[in-house]
């Protein structure tokens, strides 16, 4: 017996980084998996890669999550994992000064409106059996304020408070669902690839992004999905409305506010 076994499990934004090494993980541990992204030709090709199945979803989307619900009306684990920083596009003005409001408005939406959405079918999907576990990927940048990223740091700490009300919510209600936040810092994944590009001073880069982190490293996505299997697995039962840093011991200390 794997440690996921008998379970069936999707994750949001799982066509490539940390999503994708998760639907991997879950997969190794014996889970069903359904990996979904609004990328719909790299999530295919990852899913049958992984030997998962593939729908389409864009998270900021109720449209969307309603024909997960049809599609996938029983569920135990649930990863709201889909998350953009804002600069998928180039750099753009993200500080409290200068932000637009459509700019913080799309963070948002996937962001913040992506989760509530994720967390609402989840917890339809779970309460037939009335059990099940919730894993909202939220970030360091919940917990810190980023002068030059404002919607991703607020959009993080909403997903940080909202994990909380649902774990509450669920235990009120009498519903074994669990559910806790992750909150990584620096997991190289293409997320990053606007930031570092790949010039001469790449390297010179991710050593800068890197050096107050007091391990000196970027961490993995592997590394990350290993906690999400220990939250949707069964030895997770007594951990609800927790939040789990994952950054090299960043948050441990001082230096915890990014440049
Ligand atoms: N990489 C890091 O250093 C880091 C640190 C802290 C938190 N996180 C969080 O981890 C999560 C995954 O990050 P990553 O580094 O793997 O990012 P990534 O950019 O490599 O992958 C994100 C995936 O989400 C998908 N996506 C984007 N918008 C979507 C939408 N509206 N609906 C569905 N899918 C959508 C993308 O197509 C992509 O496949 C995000 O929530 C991110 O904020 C990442």
Not at 20 to 42: L, M, N, P, Q, R
Not at 172 to 182: E, F, K, V
Not at 238 to 256: R, V
């Given at each position: ?64 999550w ?49 989760t ?8 339809a ?16 940048s ?42 990584p ?75």
């Open positions: 017996m794997t440690r996921l076994t008998g379970k069936t499990c999707l994750v949001t934004g799982a066509a490539r980084g940390i999503g994708e090494a998760i639907a991997c993980a879950f997969i190794k541990e014996g889970a069903k998996v359904y990996v979904t992204d609004i990328e719909v030709a790299s999530g295919q090709k990852t899913a049958q890669n992984l030997g998962a199945a593939f729908l389409k979803l864009d998270v900021a989307s109720e449209t969307d309603a024909q997960i619900a049809k599609a996938v009306p029983k569920l135990d684990v649930l990863v709201n994992n889909a998350g953009i920083t804002g600069f998928e596009d180039g750099v753009v003005a993200h500080d409290p000064e200068h932000a637009s409001l459509a700019d913080w408005r799309a963070v948002h939406a996937v962001n913040t409106d992506g509530f959405l994720g967390c609402r079918y989840g917890i999907a779970m309460r037939g059996r009335g059990a099940g576990a919730i894993i909202n990927i939220s970030s360091r919940g917990m810190v304020g980023i002068p030059g990223a404002a919607a991703y740091a607020a959009s993080k700490a909403a997903i940080r408070n909202h994990s909380k009300t649902v774990a509450l919510y669920c235990a009120q209600n009498g519903l074994n669902i669990r559910c806790n936040s992750i909150h810092a620096a997991i190289l994944t293409p997320m990053w690839e606007p930031m570092l590009g790949d010039g001469p001073d790449r390297a010179a880069r991710m050593k800068a992004f890197v050096a107050e982190t007091p391990m000196q490293r970027f961490g993995t996505a592997c590394e990350v999905a290993a906690l999400a299997v220990l939250l949707a697995s069964d030895e997770a039962a007594y951990i609800t409305g927790s939040e789990l840093t994952i950054d090299g011991g960043l948050l441990a200390g001082s230096a915890a506010t990014p440049g």
